[in-house]
Nanobody
């Protein structure tokens, strides 16, 4: 089993910044992709940013130029630096990792962290 724990959400004014963190724990041999998704009330969960083990990144159009995903493989942690936040960025943010455990690969999700951007 693999557990993901997120932190860093909160309330911020429009134009502000937040940095989300997500750390994985458990019997981990390696982690392939790491990513962040978000879900606003009444909407489907959507990809925000993704980074592969090789360092390739993929961003939602709404995140390009404002958000930066990074990872620390030694700490099994992924980060999302969010700048120039807008009210439409308000959502629950979930981290996701594709983790190689001792006996299987796990597509693991965090519990979610609330980000609220006030206008």
């Amino acid at each position: 089993q693999v557990q993901l724990v997120e932190s860093g959400g909160g309330l911020v004014q429009a134009g502000g910044s937040l940095r989300l963190s997500c750390a994985a724990s458990g019997r981990i041999l390696s982690i392939d992709r790491m990513g962040w998704y978000r879900q606003a009330p009444g909407k489907q969960r959507e990809l925000v940013a993704l980074q592969t083990a090789g360092g390739n990144t993929n961003y939602a159009e709404s995140a390009k130029g404002r958000f930066t995903i990074s990872r620390d493989n030694a700490k099994n942690t992924v980060y999302l630096q969010m700048n120039s936040l807008k009210p439409e960025d308000t959502a629950v943010y979930f981290c996701n990792m594709y983790v190689r455990g001792s006996a299987a690969w796990w597509n693991s999700w965090g519990q979610g962290t609330q980000v609220t951007v006030s206008s």
